[in-house]
């Protein structure tokens, strides 16, 4: 969604190559219906996992998935009592990483505008190995029924965890995913309507004031819910203060510190120094507060500031896109007034210091999430998130520190961490079989042979076959 305050007029409404495979499974390996994965038992044998909390590989390990969970994950020769129709894949030099989850995806806006609906795109997500996607702001009924979709077709879909509208004043900036709060005494009222929708996360978004934010927060709390921001009026500080457990957009950070109103001169957000009293007093109160911010690099680059930058705007990962939304995005960035920011060079080093600033949150120690924003315009869904995490590593995050934003950090935001974010026995068997290693390499991430989602084994090239192609 164009979460950064744009007032248009809104209606509501290297590619990764598919590996062959290299091991004498190449001709038992299918798709194996939900039907079929209830009893299913799948053994990837002697893999290199990685393990997202101590963010290093694990020995040769086996993985016994039984329907839609890890049973096991023990040493190669600890394995017995396998059934005889068990689906046996060699992992010898492979490595296994946990199903990728994309912390800021909308399922409903933007593809709208397109005339398309969510369920098109969902192969897009699982052929890249992302098994779960965040909404953070769709219009409700309908992202509730992408969800269902979702979680009826594993086989060609990412669970999908949906999020309350946009809570936002009056009027609303975004008419057809936002909802207009003013006065906090509505807020209990209005979660327990949500509470109804089985949402798991909670989004404030640029127009609401801090009583009202506050309120938002506190309730959600009290109902065990993940609240977050993309923030505008609500000062970032206060809003930590007050307690939000996260922030959308590195801009919700980089505006507090350097508030775009106060800065008239073209190029000189790029020049800013970061080391400034008011950024370290942020920085200082996100590390206290433990609360996580998700940078989003992915669509500040494509979308907002670089869009008309020809490897951006020609990457393979956009071809993989059905032909509606590829032809909607020229006419969507026009409606948004994308490229922002003036000169190009002006842009390039504005988008720099972005990326400086994702660098010292990690390293002063506030959590990274990683999202993308798609299906905003260049933010091909799925296949961005490995754009992300390649933007992430060149901001100073190791290659394992991006992988955990993607895995353990993102299924904890969702509430998640018991099922989510690790290759671990009881947890659900989302989970990808790399060709190459991505702590050498984060590039190796798109080097996906497998896709494990819910037990369903499925090869990339045939989920992208599910993707419309116009």
């Given at each position: ?57 694990l020995p040769e390990r086996n993985i016994i998935i039984r329907g839609d969970r890890i049973e096991s994950v023990s040493e190669p020769d600890a394995v017995t009592n396998l059934p005889d129709d068990a689906l046996h894949i ?133 109902r065990g819910m993940f609240v977050t921001g993309h923030l505008g009026n609500y000062a970032a500080q206060d809003a930590v203060i007050d307690g939000i457990d996260g922030l959308e957009h590195i801009w919700s950070v980089f ?158 935001v969702l509430g998640q961490s018991d099922h989510l974010g690790s290759i671990s026995p009881g947890k659900f068997a989302d989970l990808i079989l790399l060709s190459a290693n991505p702590l050498e390499d984060i590039r190796n ?26």
């Amino acid at each position: 969604m164009t979460d950064y305050g744009l007032k248009s007029e809104r209606r509501f409404a290297g590619i990764m190559t598919a590996t062959r495979w290299l091991s004498l499974i190449a001709m038992q390996l299918f798709v194996i219906t939900s039907e079929a994965a209830e009893d299913r038992v799948v053994v990837i044998e002697h893999v290199r996992i990685f393990d997202p909390e101590s963010e290093q590989l694990l020995p040769e390990r086996n993985i016994i998935i039984r329907g839609d969970r890890i049973e096991s994950v023990s040493e190669p020769d600890a394995v017995t009592n396998l059934p005889d129709d068990a689906l046996h894949i060699n992992g010898e030099g492979k490595f296994a990483l946990p199903g990728l989850i994309d912390a800021h995806v909308h399922v409903v806006h933007v593809l709208d505008f397109a005339h398309m609906t969510g369920d098109e795109v969902l192969p897009l997500y699982l052929a890249a190995g992302v098994t779960s996607v965040r909404s953070t702001g769709d219009e409700i009924v309908a992202a509730t029924l992408v969800s269902h979709f979702a979680e009826a077709h594993p086989e060609s879909s990412p669970r999908v965890f949906t999020c309350t509208p946009l809570l936002d004043a009056d009027p609303v900036i975004h008419r057809d995913v936002g909802r207009a709060v003013t006065d906090p005494a509505e807020v209990p009222a209005m979660f327990e309507e949500f509470s109804r929708w089985d949402v798991s996360t909670v989004k404030i978004y640029a127009g609401t004031s801090r009583p009202v934010g506050k309120a938002i927060i506190d309730e959600g709390h009290r109902r065990g819910m993940f609240v977050t921001g993309h923030l505008g009026n609500y000062a970032a500080q206060d809003a930590v203060i007050d307690g939000i457990d996260g922030l959308e957009h590195i801009w919700s950070v980089f505006n507090y510190s350097f508030p775009p109103d106060t800065i008239t001169e073209p190029g000189y957000r790029g020049r800013l120094n970061l080391e400034n009293p008011v950024c370290e007093s942020l920085i200082v109160e996100l590390v206290k507060h433990k609360t996580y911010v998700d940078p989003t690099l992915a669509v500040f680059r494509n979308m907002i500031l670089l869009p008309d930058v020809p490897e951006i705007r020609d990457h393979p990962d956009n071809m993989l896109v059905p032909r509606r939304l590829r032809d909607f995005w020229p006419v969507y960035l026009q409606r948004t007034g994308c490229p922002q920011g003036g000169m190009l060079e002006h842009r390039q080093q504005e988008f720099a210091k972005y990326q400086e600033l994702t660098g010292k949150l990690h390293r002063a120690g506030v959590p990274i999430l990683a999202g993308t924003d798609s299906p905003e315009p260049n933010v091909a869904p799925g296949f961005s998130l490995h754009q992300e995490l390649e933007m992430l590593v060149e901001s100073g995050l190791p290659p394992s520190a991006s992988l955990r934003a993607a895995t353990l950090n993102n299924a904890t935001v969702l509430g998640q961490s018991d099922h989510l974010g690790s290759i671990s026995p009881g947890k659900f068997a989302d989970l990808i079989l790399l060709s190459a290693n991505p702590l050498e390499d984060i590039r190796n991430t798109r080097k996906i042979e497998i896709v494990v989602r819910s037990g369903v084994v499925s090869q990339p090239n045939e989920v992208l076959k599910k993707v419309p192609v116009n």
